[in-house]
């Protein structure tokens, strides 16, 4: 089946400070790849779309300087949290799909506390 | 703006009681899915409904779709504890997923 990783699994980092999460499709070629925010006990919500060689799309109220999507290949995508603060602290989960629409492969969530 | 609502957003059930869980979505779509979230984790993928009337069944877990309703239900049979976990649904349109509320579901002995 489709796997999706993503590193690190949990990051803690000082409020100010940038922080890089990868998103990897390890055995198919992702063309769209979605970030998801999820703050506890509370649902997803999609921050962005991203494909491959071309600038994510954000959803509104999503601050695409803050939040930068890198995807420059068909297997990876990254999102950087740039200068963050305690509030950006949140479960993010990417997920990737394989060029039909009728499926999405989520990946296993990473952890992020911002101190 | 697309809604997608679930309720009851908390249910606790007794094991061996059936219940089900509702999902409403605000625009057309004819793909509605299911996930699992445990604790702490990602998401587990339960169930894919791609056409008006569309039923699909695994263990205890039966969903079906309603597109005229704009209606998912997720039905429990006979719950037992291991299926205490957090059930979304989340509408497709276009590339793109809508999650819902959420329902926080406990099975107590």
């Known amino acids: 089946g489709a796997v999706v990783s993503q590193h690190p699994s949990r990051v803690i980092c000082k409020s100010g400070t940038s922080v890089k999460i990868e998103c990897r499709s390890l055995?198919?070629?992702?063309?769209?790849m979605f970030w998801y925010r999820q703050f506890p006990k509370q649902s997803l919500m999609l921050m962005a779309t991203?494909?491959?060689?071309?600038?994510?799309?954000?959803e509104q109220g999503v601050e695409k300087d803050k939040f930068l999507i890198n995807h420059a290949s068909l297997t990876l995508s990254t999102l950087t949290v740039t200068s963050a603060h305690p509030e950006d602290s949140s479960f993010y989960i990417c997920?990737?799909?394989?060029?039909?629409?009728?499926?999405?492969?989520f990946g296993p969530g990473t952890r992020l506390t911002v101190t | 703006e697309l809604k997608v609502e679930q309720n009851p957003l908390f249910l606790s059930m007794q094991e061996e009681k059936n219940y089900t869980i509702y999902c409403n979505y605000s625009t057309t779509s004819d793909r509605l899915y299911w996930y699992r979230q445990d604790p702490g984790k990602s998401l587990e993928s339960l169930f894919v409904l791609l056409s008006n009337g569309a039923v699909k069944q695994e263990g205890r877990l039966m969903a079906s779709l309603d597109t005229k309703a704009r209606l998912s239900t997720l039905h429990i049979t006979a719950a037992v504890h291991d299926l205490s976990a957090t059930y979304f649904c989340a509408v497709g349109t276009g590339n793109q997923f809508y999650f819902g509320t959420g329902t926080s579901l406990t099975v107590i002995p």
């Open positions: 055995d198919f070629q992702a063309t769209t």
């Open positions: 997920s990737a799909d394989t060029g039909t629409i009728y499926e999405q492969y």
């Open positions: 991203s494909n491959e060689g071309s600038k994510a799309t954000y």
